[in-house]
């Protein structure tokens, strides 16, 4: 249904002047079903003619009036046990970037501080479908392939709703950078070796068969395709992925 009804709101974006005009389909939606992920498809649509995503926020507060039983409360009180300072004070803030909530329903920044301590951490918020083997990586996989957790960020807390399709991932915030290959440093270099190295220490083929099969159709455009090529050998699949083509990318 996620699918379908995401079709739908794509392609009426596609067709009307103002992309407000959506808005009474999506609550509509989620007056039939207030659990409904339809949460994400605010944001680009609050977001995309540059207005502040204030319909996003909206529907956010909404939704996690609904999962309570993943509040922020337990969010702050696994990272204070992650930290060994049960006393310690926790800022918690949320973001959303606008014209990304189509995959995530954007995030919570928790600044912490004990005494002289001081740590970052982040917490990713889905609905189920666009988490996909996010979870798996650290619930399966790390636990197989240890080595694995040398080059992730520390997972600290992942409560999945039973009230509403909604799913929380808090890690350590890392401040990344994009490598350049031509003015790295050879420590660096080195570092980025050992990292890549690690990665060669997994069988690819052990792995596929812990994750989930690769989602395509919650996407309206053509970056979804490389998902969608991963199993167009299958005729079914092939099949499948024509009939999305038509429907919601290239109308």
């Avoid at 992730?152 to 992942?158: I, K, L, M, R």
Wanted: glycine fraction near 6%; aromatic fraction near 10%.
């Amino acid at each position: 249904m996620l699918a379908q009804d995401a079709t739908r709101v794509s392609l009426l974006l596609r067709e009307v002047k103002d992309d407000a005009a959506a808005l009474p389909f999506i609550l509509e939606a989620l007056d039939r079903d207030p659990s409904s992920a339809y949460m994400h498809l605010f944001d680009p649509i609050a977001c995309n003619a540059g207005r502040p995503s204030t319909s996003a926020r909206k529907a956010f507060d909404r939704l996690m009036s609904i999962a309570t039983d993943v509040g922020v409360e337990r969010i702050e009180r696994a990272i204070r046990d992650h930290t060994g300072d049960v006393n310690a004070e926790v800022r918690t803030t949320y973001s959303m970037i606008p014209g990304v909530g189509l995959q995530n329903l954007g995030f919570y920044e928790h600044t912490v501080r004990s005494g002289r301590r001081s740590w970052s951490f982040v917490t990713k918020i889905s609905t189920s479908v666009f988490f996909g083997n996010e979870p798996l990586f650290y619930t399966r996989l790390i636990s197989r392939w240890p080595q694995l957790g040398t080059i992730a960020p520390s997972q600290v807390f992942f409560g999945r709703s039973e009230l509403v399709d909604v799913c929380l991932l808090t890690m350590e915030k890392v401040d990344g950078c994009e490598p350049d290959i031509a003015t790295m440093e050879v420590e660096k270099m080195d570092g980025l070796v050992r990292h890549y190295k690690t990665l060669l220490s997994v069988d690819p083929a052990e792995v596929e068969r812990y994750l989930l099969p690769r989602q395509f159709a919650i996407g309206f455009n053509h970056g979804y395709l490389v998902q969608a090529m991963h199993g167009i050998h299958v005729h079914a699949w092939a099949e499948s992925v024509m009939a999305w083509l038509e429907t919601a990318v290239c109308r």
